[in-house]
């Protein structure tokens, strides 16, 4: 069990508000089962809760279309478990504040710790209100009626006897339990209604999402290793018309797969490259060194010449005794030639040093995302719009898989964008942006200022632009190319152009890195389109 789903699982056992901590621990265990077979299934508890649940958790996992994908994908079987659990705590806190009995539940919880005392004087409020609640073939409020007549007798609490008031709160005992019986039996009841509506809901949803999940894996399949780009229970659902329009693109990709493998192409031209990465680190060394030591005096080495008198030998002291020859004592003392003792002995000496030392490693650089440009103007209507289009759609599909960002520009004399930062919540966008056209004029510059202000942004810096026009078009702004010059040469940055047009405007084409012509009257134009691309990428262009 991962890290996330232990610490959700204990904190619902532990601080859940859900019926008690014994019942959430098997409600617990029997989840971890459903996402795992290998953990044990819990053992049956007499607990009409835990049935409920365990029925309602296999009415929403075992649904066909959620069971296929938690099966087909691990990670998002954890997920699913864990919004299950999610929308459990909420959903038993929505019925526990609308609970149509709570003021009965109260009433009940006051007689239960009434006093005999208080009890003889008000018991009848208590039977009559039971009486307006149940009738006699549930509770028989008359059976206790009678049963506490004939034993208060509206006599005070002091003056009844002690046996008597013994079996008067025997009685009452008695009817509190069949009260409490019931009123759990009315709750249980209107919980389980509820649970029931709820739970109905969220399996709808549930099962949309999934039903979603398995038409966008099959659009851009097999590219939903990351799941959580894709699965969130509190993300509306997608339009069925953006589906549409995917699948319409998605077959027409098909068809004409050359495409995808131009688009898989584009891709590597940008790939992961190497780059050295410096890290600068400070140690600290330590020297240790074995040096004497004059003031330690642990061993005798010898004896040699000093003026040391602490350490005399005997020999020398003898001088001193007579007066003939104290004069070369102190002569000798003079001079430091008096005998003495040698000690030699060493101490350990520590020094630090600190060096900067610098480590260079190779890592792998993440693969640039694009910026493609397609043009919808008037000019392009027809097959050119749907070729450009396709190729723009199998660019997505390429930088789904590699987890690449991609950012559209659909222009004419106005431009329309989209920045793929997250597909799963541009599904929408991406089919409206297919199906848009502008149908007027043709101007290159905006949608290349547009690039060049996203090559600008830290995330498009490494970015690659395509754009995929007929070119037909008049000129381009002066102050446009220096500005696509500046970032081709400190960037590194590559324009590319896909001309679907015999007559695009060769000044402009020429500005490009890489231009390519896409004639569909030519017969065998994509495989040469292809190979063309094939061979810029070969390069190392």
């Known amino acids: 069990m991962d890290k996330e789903l232990k610490e959700a699982f204990d904190r619902f056992v532990e601080f859940g508000e859900l019926l008690d901590r014994r019942t959430r621990q098997y409600l617990v265990q029997y989840l971890h089962h459903r996402i795992d077979p290998g953990v044990e299934v819990p053992e049956v508890i007499d607990d009409r809760y835990f049935h409920y649940f365990r029925g309602a958790f296999d009415d929403l996992l075992l649904k066909p279309d959620v069971a296929e994908v938690m099966g087909e994908n691990e990670a998002l079987s954890r997920q699913v478990v864990l919004d299950t659990l999610y929308w459990l705590r909420n959903v038993w806190k929505k019925i526990e504040t609308k609970n149509p009995y709570h003021d009965e539940q109260e009433r009940l919880e006051g007689w239960a710790i009434t006093t005999m005392e208080h009890f003889v004087p008000r018991w009848p409020y208590l039977v009559n209100y039971l009486d307006g609640k149940y009738p006699n073939d549930r509770l028989n409020p008359d059976f206790f009626r009678e049963k506490f007549k004939s034993l208060i007798r509206g006599r005070e609490h002091y003056d009844i006897p002690a046996s008597e008031k013994e079996e008067a709160d025997r009685a009452l005992t008695d009817l509190l339990r069949q009260w409490d019986a019931l009123l759990q039996a009315k709750i249980f009841e209107w919980q389980i209604s509820k649970l029931e509506e709820y739970k109905n809901e969220y399996g709808g949803t549930l099962e949309a999402k999934a039903q979603e999940y398995a038409k966008l894996q099959k659009l851009v399949s097999p590219f939903m290793e990351y799941v959580g780009r894709y699965w969130d229970m509190s993300r509306a659902l997608w339009k069925q018309t953006s589906f549409d329009v995917l699948e319409k693109y998605d077959d027409l990709l098909k068809r004409e797969d050359q495409l995808q493998h131009l688009a898989d192409l584009l891709g590597k031209m940008r790939e992961a490259e190497n780059e050295l990465e410096e890290e600068v680190f400070e140690r600290t ?52 030639n008096l005998l003495t003792l040698q000690y030699r002995d060493e101490r350990l000496d520590e020094r630090s040093e600190k060096r900067t030392e610098v480590y260079q490693k190779v890592r792998l650089k993440e693969k640039g995302p694009f910026v493609v440009c397609v043009d919808t103007s008037g000019s392009m209507e027809g097959e050119p719009e749907q070729i450009a289009k396709i190729l723009c759609f199998g660019i997505l599909k390429m930088a789904a898989k590699e ?35 502008f149908h007027g004029g043709t101007d290159v510059s905006l949608p290349l200022y547009e690039a060049i202000r996203q090559l600008d942004r830290y995330e498009y ?81």
């Not at 102050?479 to 010059?485: P, R």
């Open 285 to 336: 060394v330590i020297h240790q060194d074995w040096v004497p030591d004059p003031t330690m005096r642990s061993e005798v080495t010898g004896v040699h010449e000093s003026d040391d008198l602490n350490n005399l030998l005997s020999s020398e002291v003898s001088l001193l005794s007579r007066e003939d020859t104290e004069l070369a004592f102190l002569k000798k003392y003079a001079d430091k």
């Open 403 to 437: 987890d690449r960002q991609a950012y559209l520009i659909n222009f004419s004399t106005n431009i329309e964008t989209l920045d793929l930062l997250n597909l799963a919540d541009s599904v929408d966008r991406v089919a409206a942006f297919l199906r848009m056209s």
């Open 461 to 541: 810096k490494h970015a690659d632009v395509l754009v995929i026009s007929d070119f037909i078009m008049y000129r381009m702004d002066d102050e446009l190319l220096k500005l696509m010059a500046h970032h081709q040469q400190n960037n590194g940055t590559q324009f590319h152009s896909l001309t679907l047009s015999e007559y695009g405007n060769e000044r402009i084409i020429d500005r490009f890195d890489n231009n390519w012509l896409y004639d569909p009257r030519e017969k065998g134009i994509m495989k040469a389109l292809y190979n063309d691309v094939k061979g810029v990428v070969e390069r190392g262009i």
